[in-house]
């Protein structure tokens, strides 16, 4: 073989070899290529498995501080429930729906936790009493003054308010004073009627027989000593612990001796339109000593003690 046949094969052989290296690259780019597109379309393929997996779906659903409220009602209103994906909730849309729905919560708040829990906390406001409307039906009226229109679930035992709509100054004075009793007290009273012809007083009607009288806008701070107060009290169903002026006791025979000295003042006075409760009060302190003073010593023992 001459020299330039040599060098013929030779650059044959070397274009040869030239070919097979860029065929052998193409191949290798095209299998890389491949290999990443197929991890894309895997992963693509794997998150829209997980998106629509039970793994994002709500799986622990927890509800405090209920007490009115059911959570099937809650949750009902907000629709959670386990098919919803977690992000799918939004918690200040969940907490308005359930403050517009219900004016017995107080405060809420909601919290997603992970990828399957919610919570949902819930501050019911306090029951204070039952209205009776004159319907004879009762609706319930909370720290807030408003009333309560849902079902009753646990039944509270409040007092019953009678005539209270029809001065809401009073009404919400005497709300005020209900909502600062002590519960151990608030449990123990039955009824309250504020009377048509002076609403600044009130009658409460006590479980135990004692009917108490008292300021309409300011009895809190006195009754909340009544569990004291009543050690003392022999006779609660014939007596009427007066707490407008002072503390003392009432019987029938001095409120007959009230009422006669009513009528004395009255007939001596030119302009009976003077005469108040402190008048006859004062003027009738000789029937009243001894009841008031054993009842006034009573409370203010108690109260230095407290």
Do not use: C, H
């Given at each position: 073989m001459n020299k330039k046949n040599r060098n013929l094969l030779e650059k044959l052989n070397k274009n040869a070899t030239t070919h097979k290296s860029a065929i052998d690259r193409f191949k290798r780019k095209r299998k890389k290529e491949i290999v990443i597109i197929s991890s894309i379309l895997a992963l693509l393929l794997l998150a829209f498995w997980f998106i629509n997996s039970s793994h994002v779906k709500l799986k622990y659903i927890n509800v405090y501080g209920l007490n009115q409220l059911t959570e099937k009602e809650i949750l009902e209103k907000t629709n959670i429930n386990n098919t919803v994906k977690i992000w799918e909730i939004k918690e200040s849309d969940v907490e308005n729906t359930i403050r517009t729905n219900y004016n017995i919560v107080?405060?809420?708040?909601?919290?997603?936790?992970?990828?399957?829990?919610?919570?949902?906390?819930?501050?019911?406001?306090?029951?204070?009493?039952?209205?009776?409307?004159?319907?004879?039906?009762?609706?319930?009226?909370?720290?807030?003054?408003?009333?309560?229109?849902?079902?009753?679930?646990?039944?509270?035992?409040?007092?019953?308010?009678?005539?209270?709509?029809?001065?809401?100054?009073?009404?919400?004075?005497?709300?005020?004073?209900?909502?600062?009793?002590?519960?151990?007290?608030?449990?123990?009273?039955?009824?309250?009627?504020?009377?048509?012809?002076?609403?600044?007083?009130?009658?409460?009607?006590?479980?135990?027989?004692q009917k108490v009288k008292v300021n309409?806008?300011?009895?809190?701070?006195?009754?909340?000593y009544y569990n004291e107060m009543a050690k003392h009290i022999e006779e609660k169903s014939n007596t009427t612990l007066n707490l407008v002026n002072g503390a003392y006791l009432e019987t029938n025979q001095t409120v007959i001796e009230k009422e006669n000295k009513i009528k004395q003042i009255l007939a001596q006075s030119n302009n009976p339109k003077i005469i108040t409760e402190n008048n006859i009060i004062n003027s009738n302190t000789n029937t009243n000593d001894n009841t008031s003073t054993n009842t006034n010593q009573n409370t203010t023992e108690t109260q230095k003690s407290q």
């Open positions: 107080e405060s809420v708040s909601v919290d997603v936790k992970w990828l399957q829990t919610i919570n949902i906390n819930i501050k019911e406001r306090k029951i204070l009493a039952r209205e009776k409307n004159e319907n004879g039906s009762y609706s319930y009226i909370l720290d807030s003054g408003d009333l309560y229109e849902n079902n009753m679930i646990n039944e509270y035992n409040v007092p019953i308010i009678e005539n209270i709509a029809k001065d809401e100054n009073i009404k919400k004075e005497l709300l005020k004073n209900l909502f600062e009793l002590k519960q151990e007290i608030l449990i123990q009273i039955s009824e309250i009627v504020v009377p048509k012809e002076d609403s600044s007083t009130s009658i409460i009607y006590m479980k135990d027989g309409s806008v300011n009895f809190s701070s006195k009754l909340n």
